[in-house]
């Protein structure tokens, strides 16, 4: 499974992003798609999941009322869209693909993305 993230740039406090995530390869082995961020030094944060099959999705509590997730199944990409920005969301955001294991955990993900940067100015 590859996937590729996109959609990462400057934004002022307050301001919107969509990101995008492309996740090719064998589909069959990936039961779902998550978002994870990372601030440098620090570890990667569940933000949010959603299941191909049925577009059931979970949220981290730090993002739940201001993050979306979505799916466009034919074209195979996940969206995280992401409103009511902070200084504190700059980050590199990651996508993952969950093979096994609890969806909140990073090490149900063993495929990655390459991240893509996301910085809020003030």
């Known amino acids: 499974v590859q996937l590729q993230a996109s959609g990462g740039g400057l934004v002022q406090v307050g301001g919107s992003l969509n990101l995008s995530c492309a996740v090719s390869?064998?589909?069959?082995?990936?039961?779902?798609t998550g978002w994870f961020r990372q601030v440098p030094g620090g570890e990667r944060e569940f933000l949010a999941a959603?299941?191909?099959?049925?577009?059931?999705?979970w949220y981290g509590s730090s993002v739940k009322d201001r993050f979306t997730i979505s799916r466009d199944n034919v074209k195979r990409v996940v969206y995280l869209q992401m409103n009511s920005l902070k200084p504190e969301d700059t980050a590199v955001y990651y996508c993952?693909?969950?093979?096994?294991?609890?969806?909140?955990?990073?090490?149900?993900?063993?495929?990655w993305g390459q991240g893509t940067l996301v910085t809020v100015s003030s």
């Open positions: 993952a693909a969950r093979t096994r294991g609890s969806v909140y955990f990073i090490d149900s993900y063993p495929y």
């Open positions: 390869g064998d589909a069959t082995s990936s039961r779902d």
């Open positions: 959603i299941a191909w099959s049925d577009g059931r999705s």
